[in-house]
């Protein structure tokens, strides 16, 4: 059964740094373009970041551009986003995705990031 799996959420100081894995089970990892959103309360889910499988090309929404960086461990089928600098305004929980063109599309169950003093 194909499932991803989240880790690393938890509750940090502003300015502080968290990394959020995401452990994918019974498909492989490298074939997928895959990306991490988020959704605060009372917010539409938002796309954070994202790479692509074919060409390695990332993409990283305006307001985590040189504070976020998105990568993946092929060996360990897992996917990762390493947060710097976080600010209150990242609170949310945050899902990470595995597309497959069309025909395949996973999610995690999300992990909750507060960023609170």
């Known amino acids: 059964q194909a499932q991803l799996v989240e880790s690393g959420g938890g509750l940090v100081q502003p300015g502080g740094s968290l990394r959020l894995s995401c452990a994918a089970s019974g498909f492989t990892l490298r074939y997928h373009d895959v990306g991490w959103f988020r959704q605060a309360p009372g917010k539409e889910r938002e796309g954070v970041s994202c790479t692509s499988s074919s060409d390695g090309s990332t993409y990283y929404e305006d307001s985590v551009k040189g504070r976020f960086a998105i990568s993946r461990d092929n060996t360990k089928n897992t996917l990762y986003l390493q947060m710097n600098s976080l600010q209150p305004e990242d609170t949310a929980v945050y899902y990470c995705?595995?597309?497959?063109?069309?025909?395949?599309?996973?999610w995690g169950q999300g992990t909750q990031v507060t960023v609170s003093s």
């Open positions: 995705r595995a597309r497959f063109g069309d025909r395949y599309d996973y």
